[in-house]
Nanobody, 123 residues
Framework: QVQLVESGGGLVQAGGSLRLSCAAS????????MGWFRQAPGKEREFVAA????????YYADSVKGRFTISRDNANNMVYLQMNSLKPEDTAVYYC????????????????WGQGTQVTVSS
């Protein structure tokens, strides 16, 4: 079992930055690949970024590549999403998720989810 708690969301102006954090419980955190997804009102949940168990490999959606950075700290059971150059279209609830699957792109690949944190980018 893994419990995930996100934090760091908020209201920011376009062009600004936010850093999301995800705290994971459990001693097997390093056994899971991790991902960030987001869901805007009326839209499906979409992939944002993912990171391998060791942190050595990362993946990004084209819409955030070059602006967002995912990282993890296995010693402290933390995952982060640094978001720079934010745009109004980045507005959504952001979710942290853990997977045992190799596949990282689809929500169904993930076993555990946090409750989400709201990110709002004003124009």
């Amino acid at each position: 079992q893994v419990q995930l708690v996100e934090s760091g969301g908020g209201l920011v102006q376009a062009g600004g930055s936010l850093r999301l954090s995800c705290a994971a419980s459990g001693r097997t955190f390093s056994s899971y690949g991790m991902g960030w997804f987001r869901q805007a009102p009326g839209k499906e949940r979409e992939f944002v970024a993912a990171i391998s168990r060791s942190g050595g490999t990362t993946y990004y959606a084209d819409s955030v590549k070059g602006r967002f950075t995912i990282s993890r700290d296995n010693a402290n059971n933390m995952v982060y999403l640094q978001m720079n150059s934010l745009k109004p279209e980045d507005t959504a609830v952001y979710y942290c998720a853990a997977r045992s699957s190799v596949s990282y792109y689809t929500p169904s690949s993930y076993d555990y989810w946090g409750q989400g944190t709201q990110v709002t980018v004003s124009s």
